[in-house]
């Protein structure tokens, strides 16, 4: 029997690099005149960095926060990987041969995205059909997260799937996932156990259980062949290939054939802080956009729908005349403007929840529908809360969907990830219940962004949004009301700084394309796309102007490449359109990037 995928641990099993990772440890104490030992390197072997950063602290006395000790880490063991990679022996050889039988990849490594990137990228395009790394997942090997999330991108059940691994942490985070597990012992012993099979090499794995035991494979097709229908005969989407590019992620078509996919209808939030961005940004691209949300409303209680503190209706006027004349519908977005709590209580009131969706309808009258982003009952109330709060936003958004099709407005919600079909802790917010919801409302929107927030990393990593999206078309039912939201935007996060710095030096912020395309220019650094996350990154460093610190800055964004690729996920996946987070943010590259496969628009729809 074939397996439905095989899911490969990455240091010491396709790459010999446990050696540099023990290097770099050695080196690391001794900067700060501790001592460090085999036995101690051994014990981390396999370990999610974070852990490794934290005993590193213990027992090596290494003084840096655990964000700094994994960037040195990684800054060291991707300096080595770039002089020389260290393949161990059979594993491309392996995996070109899965491959060619068309058995999905996926890599499952506890190393950070931009050390994955540095392998992934020296091997052939599509290797690897999903990525799943340690900046990834919240819980580290020996957990079974890892492996569960690289079925999951797959779409494939984790006990049909082949895990690879090479230490005793990695073995138990497959085992436990369900995988049939294959040790295969590089730097640490494996003993024999329950769960898995002890091999000496990778090509002493049995043939028959990885389904290459045929030899008929693709023997007379063509490399360009064998590709194609890779991506398309395995039933995976290309989502998940798309990411592996190097820049653009191109549907795969012979030149002067028609696109496989429909060309995709595009919407915009437009945020009140860079309405005057925005405006000139919806004079020069307004003809492409289907909806754009104006985003200056929120609700202070259950009678008053009122404009954001900041602004006037005056400073409305010139970004509405460029809405409308653009000829997309305008839906202006309503914002949840009370404390913790207070949504959740009005929308248990009957008689404050008819009160509140009078409100909105009186609201939307001079529109073309609203565009509901209540965020307090998900996110500032407990968890515990969230079973009784469920119907009562149900009733909420189905009393409001029948109020404002009576006038024949259009009704969007826009909600969260999920991430299963279930309602526990691990299944995102549930709370909104996307089911329901989809049932009344026009459109759902995902905000398939935010993944990394507190800690450098990606910020909708291309699998991750893959899974958001295959989640959100199961419940929703009906894929023409899904708008996938893309990020415009990124992080810039603080990793190491020399000297000692004023109390106003920037911590993190979140620049938009706008300002990367500046920070760019200013420091003369230049992005690398990565080929796992489908994003760009760069470093720079920040002298703060007075000689008394430098600060060494990680910025992940996304990038033109990174917004087409979310705009062909969307084409692949045949969901109602893509809004874009957020008008004014952007950059004359975006538009370029996706003028080819935006959809015409036709006159707007009501109910």
């Known amino acids: 029997m074939r397996p439905a995928a095989v899911l490969w641990d990455m240091d010491g099993t396709i790459v010999d690099t446990e050696p540099y990772w023990i290097e770099c440890e050695f080196e690391l104490v001794e900067q700060f005149g501790d001592s460090w030992d085999v036995d101690k390197a051994h014990a981390l072997v396999g370990s999610d960095l974070r852990d490794t950063a934290r005993l590193m602290q213990d027992l090596g006395g290494v003084r840096l926060e655990v964000d700094d000790i994994i960037n040195r880490l990684l800054d060291g063991v991707v300096q080595r990987v770039r002089r020389e990679v260290p393949w161990r022996a059979g594993a491309r050889e392996l995996l070109a041969e899965l491959n060619d039988a068309e058995i999905p990849c996926a890599l499952v490594t506890m190393s950070w995205t931009r050390f994955a990137d540095a392998v992934v990228s020296v091997l052939p395009e599509g290797t690897f059909a999903a990525v799943i790394s340690g900046d990834m997942v919240t819980n580290g090997k020996p957990h079974p997260e890892p492996y569960l999330a690289g079925a999951r991108a797959l779409r494939v059940p984790p006990q049909h799937c082949v895990a690879?691994?090479?230490?005793?942490?990695?073995?138990?985070?497959?085992v436990a996932a369900g995988c049939i597990t294959f040790a295969v012992p590089n730097v640490v012993d494996i003993a024999p156990g329950a769960g898995y099979t002890v091999v000496p090499s990778l090509a002493d794995i049995p043939r028959s259980v990885l389904g290459l035991d045929s030899g008929k494979h693709s023997a007379t097709r063509t490399p360009q062949q064998r590709h194609r229908r890779r991506l398309v005969g395995t039933g995976l989407t290309l989502a998940a290939v798309l990411g592996l590019g190097a820049g653009a992620a191109l549907l795969v078509r012979e030149k002067g054939t028609p696109p496989p996919y429909p060309d995709m209808a595009v919407s915009t939030w437009a945020p009140y802080w860079e309405l005057p961005a925005a405006t000139a940004s919806i004079a020069a691209n307004g003809g492409t956009l289907h909806q754009v949300s104006p985003f200056w409303y929120t609700a202070v209680d259950a009678a008053t729908v009122a404009y954001a503190a900041n602004i006037t209706v005056d400073d409305t006027v010139a970004f509405a005349a460029a809405a409308t004349a653009s000829g997309a519908a305008v839906i202006p977005t309503v914002t949840d403007g009370t404390g913790a709590g207070t949504m959740a209580a009005l929308l248990a009131d009957p008689a404050a929840r008819s009160t509140h969706v009078q409100a909105l309808v009186t609201i939307a009258r001079g529109y073309d529908g609203l565009d509901i982003d209540y965020e307090n009952f998900a996110f500032s109330d407990a968890y515990a809360t969230w079973e009784a709060t469920r119907p009562n936003w149900v009733a909420f958004i189905q009393e409001l969907a029948t109020a404002l099709h009576g006038e024949g407005k259009l009704l969007v919600v826009t909600i969260p990830p999920v991430y299963d079909t279930e309602r526990t802790p691990d299944s995102g917010r549930w709370v909104y219940d996307p089911e329901a919801i989809g049932a009344v409302a026009d459109f759902v929107r995902v905000m398939a962004y935010d993944y990394s927030v507190e800690l450098p990393g990606p910020i909708a990593p291309i699998t991750w949004v893959q899974q958001v999206v295959?989640?959100?078309?199961?419940?929703?039912?009906?894929?023409?009301?899904?708008?996938?939201?893309?990020?415009?935007?990124?992080?810039?996060?603080?990793?190491?700084?020399?000297?000692?710095?004023?109390?106003?030096?920037?911590?993190?912020?979140?620049?938009?394309?706008?300002?990367?395309?500046?920070?760019?220019?200013?420091?003369?650094?230049?992005?690398?796309?990565?080929?796992?996350?489908?994003e760009a990154v760069f470093t720079y460093q920040r002298p703060d102007g007075t000689g008394a610190c430098t600060q060494t800055r990680e910025v992940h964004y996304m990038d033109a490449a990174g917004v087409r690729a979310r705009l062909d996920l969307a084409r692949t996946e045949r969901i109602g359109g893509v809004v874009l987070w957020a008008m004014g943010f952007d950059?004359?590259?975006?538009?370029?990037?996706?003028?080819?496969?935006?959809?015409?628009?036709?006159?707007?729809?009501?109910?």
């Open 164 to 174: 690879i691994e090479d230490s005793p942490t990695g073995v138990r985070s497959a």
């Open 470 to 534: 295959h989640t959100t078309k199961q419940l929703v039912g009906d894929d023409s009301k899904i708008q996938l939201g893309i990020p415009l935007y990124g992080r810039n996060w603080v990793t190491a700084t020399t000297g000692t710095c004023p109390a106003d030096t920037p911590g993190r912020v979140s620049p938009t394309q706008l300002e990367v395309a500046d920070l760019l220019q200013r420091y003369a650094v230049k992005p690398t796309h990565s080929p796992v996350t489908g």
């Open 587 to 607: 950059t004359a590259d975006t538009w370029a990037a996706i003028a080819d496969v935006s959809r015409p628009r036709a006159p707007v729809a009501t109910p």
